[in-house]
T-cell receptor
């Protein structure tokens, strides 16, 4: 069956450390993968998109990797701050414009 | 631009009543998506439109759900009759494909629906 799995447990880290979130998928062949941030009571906000022919993408303190052999994407936040605390969703495209979302990982950055 | 606008933000209704959710996408975007988010099932795509035409409604749970997009700046999602299991947050999102490939989606603030 098709699955997208993210760290089910919340991730708690200390301010200044690097947060690493995982997204694994099964029985999909996505052309690209996206990461979104969602704060309580709000809609998801786009962060990064990485295509299947790209190994890594960076934006400020954010870095995403995409390994189509392992069927995995890693999302890193370096020098994390309490303001980075949120739920992070990975999403992959399936059949054209359809995005399939993972359940999300809740990140908590403590000062 | 004000972003994607949804109304109402909160809706409480009784089982059996009709519910209509509204969405105004970002001007110039040619794709519009309706999602539902629950703790159990996460964020699920219900239906999406391209240039006001429904492209894929395979995520619509049953005939009680219907969606329309009469013009480029307005879409509705209707549930009739509503049931308690429809309680969720419903998001509308829009996107554009300026380079012919998929881009990020812009989400509205959502409508929290409670059916009692």
């Amino acid at each position: 069956s098709q699955k997208i799995e993210q760290n089910s447990e919340a991730l708690n880290i200390q301010e200044g450390k690097t947060a690493t979130l995982t997204c694994n998928y099964t029985n999909y062949s996505p052309a690209y993968l996206q990461w979104y941030r969602q704060d309580p009571g709000r809609g998801p906000v786009f962060l990064l998109l990485i295509r299947e022919n790209e190994k890594e993408k960076r934006k400020e303190r954010l870095k995403v990797t995409f390994d189509t052999t392992l069927k995995q994407s890693l999302f890193h936040i370096t020098a994390s701050q309490p303001a980075d605390s949120a739920t992070y969703l990975c999403a992959l495209n399936n059949q054209g414009g359809k995005l399939i979302f993972g359940q999300g990982t809740e990140l908590s950055v403590k000062p | 631009d004000a972003g994607v606008i949804q109304s109402p933000r909160h809706e409480v209704t009784e089982m059996g009543q009709e519910v209509t959710l509204r969405c105004k996408p970002i001007s110039g975007h040619d794709y519009l998506f309706w999602y539902r988010q629950t703790m159990m099932r996460g964020l699920e795509l219900l239906i999406y439109f391209n240039n006001n035409v429904p492209i894929d409604d395979s995520g619509m749970p049953e005939d009680r759900f219907s969606a329309k997009m009469p013009n480029a700046s307005f879409s509705t999602l209707k549930i009739q009759p509503s049931e308690p299991r429809d309680s969720a947050v419903y998001f509308c999102a829009s996107s554009s494909t300026p380079r012919g490939t998929w881009d990020e989606q812009y989400f509205g603030p959502g409508t929290r629906l409670t059916v009692t």
